[in-house]
């Protein structure tokens, strides 16, 4: 089993194609019958935006959550995410605002060629 992290600062567009760029592994429309199936971990930082109130912080991390998710599904077309997690987020004070972060985990299948 092979190991990637990635790091976001803020949730982006395409999670799944960065991972799957970064790792040199992008298959084709099509999997060919000599196919050898690999399961990738990997962490994405969610983030929300700055606010005044706790309250806040967190409803905007939830947000990038969901984000990240959906983002993650779109780019799904043939089954590879296998778990898709936020885990708990850490609200801290920065400056005058207050500002919500999670170390989200994920699996991701590949089909790799022999």
Not at 4 to 22: A, D, E, G, N, P
Not at 51 to 78: G, M, P, T, Y
Request: glycine share 4%; charged share 25%; with cysteine.
């Amino acid at each position: 089993m092979k190991t990637v992290k990635k790091s976001v600062i803020k949730v982006s567009q395409s999670i799944l194609m960065s991972l799957l760029l970064s790792v040199g592994f992008l298959q084709g429309a099509h999997a060919q019958s000599s196919s050898v199936t690999d399961v990738l971990d990997g962490t994405a930082e969610i983030s929300g935006d700055p606010q005044v109130l706790v309250k806040a912080a967190r409803e905007s991390w939830k947000k990038a959550c969901e984000d990240w998710k959906k983002e993650v599904k779109d780019l799904n077309k043939d089954n590879e995410v296998l778990i898709l997690n936020c885990n708990s987020p850490v609200c801290v004070q920065e400056g005058p605002h207050q500002i919500c972060r999670s170390k989200a985990t994920y699996k991701v299948r590949l089909k790799l060629q022999n």
